[in-house]
Nanobody
Framework: QVQLVESGGGLVQAGGSLRLSCAAS????????MGWFRQAPGKEREFVSA????????YYANSVKGRFTISRDNAKNTVYLQMNSLKPEDTAVYYC?????????????????WGQGTQVTVSS
Protein backbone atom coordinates (compact mmCIF):
# COMPACT_ATOMS: atom_id res chain seq x y z
CA GLN A 1 0.00 0.00 0.00
CA VAL A 2 1.24 3.46 -0.94
CA GLN A 3 -0.17 6.77 0.23
CA LEU A 4 0.49 9.84 -1.85
CA VAL A 5 0.26 13.46 -0.76
CA GLU A 6 0.62 16.29 -3.26
CA SER A 7 1.66 19.84 -2.43
CA GLY A 8 2.84 22.98 -4.16
CA GLY A 9 -0.27 24.03 -6.01
CA GLY A 10 -1.57 27.57 -5.97
CA LEU A 11 -2.46 30.64 -7.96
CA VAL A 12 0.07 32.00 -10.43
CA GLN A 13 0.03 34.44 -13.32
CA ALA A 14 0.50 33.27 -16.87
CA GLY A 15 4.18 32.82 -17.62
CA GLY A 16 4.96 31.96 -14.02
CA SER A 17 6.24 28.76 -12.45
CA LEU A 18 5.23 26.26 -9.79
CA ARG A 19 6.80 23.10 -8.49
CA LEU A 20 4.52 20.31 -7.39
CA SER A 21 5.71 17.66 -4.98
CA CYS A 22 4.26 14.25 -4.24
CA ALA A 23 5.42 12.54 -1.07
CA ALA A 24 4.89 8.80 -0.87
CA SER A 25 4.69 6.58 2.16
CA UNK A 26 6.18 3.11 2.24
CA UNK A 27 9.61 1.59 1.82
CA UNK A 28 9.15 0.41 -1.75
CA UNK A 29 8.73 3.77 -3.46
CA UNK A 30 11.69 3.11 -5.74
CA UNK A 31 9.84 0.12 -7.22
CA UNK A 32 6.97 2.24 -8.50
CA UNK A 33 6.66 4.16 -11.70
CA MET A 34 5.06 7.54 -11.03
CA GLY A 35 2.80 9.78 -13.01
CA TRP A 36 1.16 13.18 -12.92
CA PHE A 37 -2.33 13.69 -14.27
CA ARG A 38 -4.67 16.65 -14.24
CA GLN A 39 -8.38 17.28 -14.41
CA ALA A 40 -10.04 20.55 -15.34
CA PRO A 41 -13.70 21.25 -14.53
CA GLY A 42 -15.99 19.36 -16.88
CA LYS A 43 -13.14 17.44 -18.46
CA GLU A 44 -11.71 13.97 -18.10
CA ARG A 45 -8.55 13.34 -16.18
CA GLU A 46 -5.62 13.54 -18.58
CA PHE A 47 -2.02 12.46 -18.63
CA VAL A 48 0.64 15.11 -17.96
CA SER A 49 3.91 13.34 -17.29
CA ALA A 50 5.38 10.08 -16.03
CA UNK A 51 8.71 8.69 -14.87
CA UNK A 52 10.08 5.18 -14.55
CA UNK A 53 11.15 3.76 -11.21
CA UNK A 54 14.79 4.57 -11.86
CA UNK A 55 14.10 7.99 -13.34
CA UNK A 56 15.86 7.02 -16.55
CA UNK A 57 12.71 7.29 -18.67
CA UNK A 58 10.35 10.24 -18.71
CA TYR A 59 7.24 10.99 -20.72
CA TYR A 60 5.26 14.15 -21.37
CA ALA A 61 1.99 15.15 -22.92
CA ASN A 62 2.52 17.24 -26.04
CA SER A 63 0.76 20.15 -24.39
CA VAL A 64 3.42 20.43 -21.65
CA LYS A 65 6.53 19.23 -23.44
CA GLY A 66 9.35 21.74 -23.10
CA ARG A 67 7.63 23.53 -20.21
CA PHE A 68 7.24 20.85 -17.53
CA THR A 69 9.92 18.61 -16.04
CA ILE A 70 9.29 15.50 -13.97
CA SER A 71 11.90 14.15 -11.58
CA ARG A 72 12.12 11.91 -8.54
CA ASP A 73 14.25 11.47 -5.46
CA ASN A 74 13.93 7.89 -4.30
CA ALA A 75 15.87 8.63 -1.11
CA LYS A 76 13.14 11.12 -0.17
CA ASN A 77 10.22 9.09 -1.54
CA THR A 78 9.21 12.13 -3.56
CA VAL A 79 8.36 12.91 -7.16
CA TYR A 80 8.33 16.45 -8.51
CA LEU A 81 6.74 18.31 -11.37
CA GLN A 82 8.45 21.58 -12.27
CA MET A 83 6.04 23.68 -14.28
CA ASN A 84 7.36 26.70 -16.17
CA SER A 85 5.77 29.12 -18.63
CA LEU A 86 2.37 28.31 -17.24
CA LYS A 87 -0.71 29.04 -19.31
CA PRO A 88 -4.35 29.54 -18.28
CA GLU A 89 -5.16 26.21 -19.95
CA ASP A 90 -2.91 24.49 -17.41
CA THR A 91 -5.49 25.30 -14.73
CA ALA A 92 -6.65 22.03 -13.18
CA VAL A 93 -6.42 19.78 -10.18
CA TYR A 94 -3.14 17.90 -10.46
CA TYR A 95 -2.94 14.32 -9.22
CA CYS A 96 0.05 12.18 -8.45
CA UNK A 97 -0.23 8.45 -9.15
CA UNK A 98 1.87 5.36 -8.52
CA UNK A 99 2.05 2.21 -10.60
CA UNK A 100 3.26 -1.16 -9.29
CA UNK A 101 5.77 -1.50 -12.08
CA UNK A 102 9.17 -0.25 -13.10
CA UNK A 103 7.67 1.01 -16.36
CA UNK A 104 5.67 4.21 -16.60
CA UNK A 105 2.70 4.50 -18.92
CA UNK A 106 0.44 7.28 -20.17
CA UNK A 107 -2.78 5.46 -19.30
CA UNK A 108 -4.42 6.51 -16.05
CA UNK A 109 -6.02 3.07 -15.68
CA UNK A 110 -2.57 1.51 -15.33
CA UNK A 111 -1.95 3.35 -12.04
CA UNK A 112 -2.78 1.73 -8.73
CA UNK A 113 -2.61 4.53 -6.18
CA TRP A 114 -3.67 8.16 -6.31
CA GLY A 115 -3.20 11.26 -4.22
CA GLN A 116 -5.95 13.65 -3.27
CA GLY A 117 -4.87 16.31 -5.78
CA THR A 118 -3.63 19.86 -5.60
CA GLN A 119 -5.23 22.83 -7.33
CA VAL A 120 -3.24 24.83 -9.86
CA THR A 121 -4.81 28.04 -11.13
CA VAL A 122 -3.15 30.15 -13.80
CA SER A 123 -4.56 33.62 -14.32
CA SER A 124 -4.30 35.49 -17.62
Amino acid sequence: QVQLVESGGGLVQAGGSLRLSCAASGRTFSRYAMGWFRQAPGKEREFVSAISWSGSSTYYANSVKGRFTISRDNAKNTVYLQMNSLKPEDTAVYYCAARRSAIATLNRYDYDYWGQGTQVTVSS
